[in-house]
């Protein structure tokens, strides 16, 4: 299965501690927690282009399988890492968050990011 395509957010759990933890400023924590995102993925081989578009806030990332990439995070700052994939899944470490984006079936993506132990899931599905 491709992921290419473009999803909705449909639901997400720990959103609010998860951001705090991160290091995300309150007053974007609670402007964010009710915003529906929108992920827009472009699959071509092992490379990927995935741009996450939250209110007016834009997060684009580019990055080969396995090639260390330049990524940007979501408190606006950048890290090298390395995108793995496991048959349906992306992994990625970025900053001691451990992230796993998992095609589920063709029309939902599941995107889990842990951190310690707050476990921050989000559920989008195709558009």
């Known amino acids: 299965m491709s992921f290419s395509g473009k999803y909705q957010l449909e639901s997400q759990e720990n959103f609010v501690p998860f951001m705090k933890a991160v290091g995300l400023p309150d007053e974007l924590v609670q402007k964010g927690k009710d915003l529906k995102s929108i992920s827009e993925i472009e ?3 092992d ?3 995935v741009t996450i578009t939250t209110g007016t806030q834009v997060l684009s990332n580019n990055f080969t399988i ?7 995070t979501m408190t606006g700052g950048k890290v090298m890492a390395a995108v793995h994939r496991e048959g349906n899944k992306l992994k990625v470490s970025l900053k001691g968050v451990e ?7 063709k029309d939902t993506i599941v995107n889990t990011m842990t ?3 707050i ?4 559920v989008s599905k195709r558009m």
Do not use: C, H, I
Request: glycine share 12%.
């Open 43 to 45: 699959e071509n081989g």
């Open 99 to 105: 992230s796993v984006t998992e095609l589920v079936d």
């Open 66 to 72: 396995g090639q260390e990439s330049e990524l940007d």
């Open 115 to 117: 951190l310690g132990d």
């Open 47 to 49: 490379n990927f282009k």
């Open 119 to 122: 476990v921050y899931k989000r």
